[in-house]
């Protein structure tokens, strides 16, 4: 939401804030369910029974076309890929293994060149959509109106579809966005998108004292499955269980965002009475891994090339976990083509797929996994969403909780940045935790675990 329509919509009383949602809910609605969807919709369902062989023969052209248009069109790949000694004619006969010759994409090159040379020079109308920016500056990806539907396509057939669902059943939102403007938990602490029949919950204000608000809104909207954050939703789930209240029964949870654990699954199928299938993917929409009917994660080889490599950039041994590297076939307007996204997967050693499709198999994804921070009031967060986004000159940044009501956030950031910035982070964290304490401590780098892993949220408080 931009700054002006965010600050009259938390002037709005709420019924003005679901008409408000749910105008836009119609827009976006369109924007993935209208033109290219039904096609290529089917178009995915088609593949879901193709061949080792077919799939490597369909991996291969799609790998030679989108590096043949990235270097006819893409001033960043032009230019970096005839530094590194390549042709136009070399990704004519370009073939599946020879993609490790090519040269990565770091997220700071796309965090910098994101919107100018990373783009297109044949694209046409889109907008931009921006990662999560939990950790610094997100990113930001170019979505035309063919893109975004042809990825909504992946996600129906792929995520929903594989968990018995459809994108026309009800659903319970927990994600990012700032639905309830304050920190103060008093009131209604979710709101309704009449156009997609979701209900969208607080990721901010989940404890004890409010679980019964959003069962409250479970059972109002009469909601089939929840998706979302797992962390929050198991938060939700866990307080419902705790509380001694009575769940509704769900058809699926479908998880995102953070590392979905045994007890997640088993407190999800006791609370809600069904099963929760996992997924990943990210708004670079490069590639996705979903979960089948019989609880495999599978890649899906038609949303691009999922390299699992090891420590010495070598594809990964079957049961070997490795760095996530992708390649997306369904972005012309902004390749991502080796792209290191800075997540981590297990390659799963039994590579037989009991559901017959001939997909990788995934153990586990790996993730980023981070501390949850435990606000004055009880209430659990885990991922900060926005609070760091449109800061200009902010490259990383850490959240540390000291005590229930003290903050430290480390933050590297470039020559510009401004003194005012602090004070918008300051301003922005309190409203998601009340009135706390923040110290924001500007570092040259910030140090990772012991597991080499970058963990933008850290409590020192007893985590249970």
Same mark, same amino acid.
């Given at each position: 939401m931009h700054s002006v329509f965010t600050l009259l919509y938390s002037k709005c009383p709420i019924a003005i804030q679901n008409l408000g949602?749910?105008?836009?809910?119609?827009?976006?609605?369109?924007?993935?369910?209208g033109g290219v969807f039904d096609?290529?919709?089917?178009?995915?369902?088609?593949?879901n029974s193709y061949s080792k062989l077919e799939w490597n023969d369909y991996q291969t052209i799609e790998l030679r076309k989108i590096l043949i248009h990235a270097f006819d069109n893409v001033p960043f790949y032009t230019e970096k890929y005839k530094k590194h000694g390549f042709k136009r004619s070399d990704f004519e006969i370009f073939k599946l293994s020879d993609i490790q010759k090519l040269p990565f994409l770091e997220k700071e090159e796309l965090r910098k060149y994101g919107s100018t040379s990373l783009l297109s020079k044949t694209r046409?109308?889109?907008?931009?959509?921006?990662?999560?920016?939990?950790?610094?500056?997100?990113?930001?990806?170019f979505y035309s109106p063919t893109f975004h539907q042809t990825w909504s396509a992946a996600f129906e057939v792929r995520i929903r579809e594989w968990a018995g669902l459809n994108n026309?059943?009800?659903?319970?939102?927990?994600?990012?966005?700032?639905?309830?403007?304050?920190?103060?938990?008093?009131?209604t602490l979710y709101r309704y998108n009449t156009a997609e029949k979701q209900v969208y919950f607080s990721a901010y204000h989940?404890?004890?004292?409010?679980?019964?608000?959003?069962? %409250?809104?479970i059972t109002k909207y009469q909601v089939d499955y929840m998706t979302g954050y797992a962390m929050s939703n198991y938060f939700l789930a866990s307080f419902i269980e705790k509380s001694g209240l009575k769940a509704p029964k769900l058809s699926?949870?479908?998880?995102?965002?953070?590392?979905?654990?045994?007890?997640?699954?088993?407190?999800?199928?006791?609370?809600?009475?069904? %099963?929760?299938? $996992?997924?990943?993917?990210?708004?670079?929409?490069?590639?996705?891994?979903?979960?089948?009917?019989?609880?495999?994660?599978?890649?899906?080889?038609?949303?691009?090339?999922?390299?699992?490599? +090891? $420590?010495?950039?070598?594809e990964c041994s079957l049961g070997e976990e490795g760095e996530i590297v992708s390649t997306g076939f369904l972005n012309y307007d902004q390749p991502l083509i080796r792209y290191r996204i800075g997540d981590k997967a297990k390659i799963? !050693?039994?590579?037989?797929?009991?559901?017959g499709r001939n997909m990788v198999v995934v153990d586990e994804i790996v993730g980023r996994v %981070?501390?949850?921070?435990?606000?004055?009031?009880?209430?659990?967060?885990?991922?900060?969403?926005?609070?760091?986004?449109?800061?200009?000159?902010?490259?990383?940044?850490?959240?540390?909780? %000291?005590?229930?009501? $003290?903050?430290?956030? !480390?933050?590297?950031?470039?020559?510009?940045?401004?003194?005012?910035?602090? $004070?918008?982070?300051?301003?922005?964290?309190?409203?998601?935790?009340?009135?706390?304490?923040? +110290?924001?401590?500007?570092?040259?780098?910030?140090?990772?675990?012991?597991?080499?892993k970058f963990q933008a949220v850290i409590s020192k408080l007893k985590n249970s």
């Open positions: 949602i749910s105008i836009y809910g119609y827009f976006w609605k369109r924007k993935r369910f096609l290529n919709k089917e178009l995915f369902r088609s593949r046409g109308k889109g907008e931009f959509h921006s990662s999560s920016g939990s950790t610094g500056t997100p990113t930001s990806i026309k059943m009800k659903r319970g939102m927990i994600g990012g966005r700032r639905v309830v403007s304050t920190a103060n938990s008093n009131g989940i404890s004890n004292k409010t679980v019964a608000n959003y069962l %409250e809104g699926a949870v479908i998880t995102s965002s953070e590392k979905l654990t045994p007890e997640m699954r088993a407190t999800f199928r006791r609370v809600y009475g069904c %099963e929760t299938y $996992d997924s990943y993917s990210g708004v670079e929409a490069c590639g996705l891994i979903s979960e089948n009917e019989y609880g495999q994660l599978l890649f899906s080889p038609d949303t691009g090339v999922m390299e699992f490599l +090891n $420590d010495v950039g070598l799963s !050693l039994d590579q037989k797929n009991k559901c %981070e501390d949850k921070i435990i606000g004055p009031d009880g209430r659990e967060i885990v991922r900060f969403h926005s609070l760091f986004a449109d800061i200009p000159s902010l490259v990383l940044a850490q959240i540390i909780q %000291e005590t229930l009501t $003290d903050y430290t956030i !480390l933050i590297v950031v470039e020559d510009e940045f401004k003194k005012s910035s602090s $004070d918008i982070i300051k301003s922005r964290f309190k409203s998601q935790l009340g009135d706390v304490t923040i +110290n924001i401590n500007k570092v040259l780098e910030i140090p990772k675990n012991k597991n080499g």
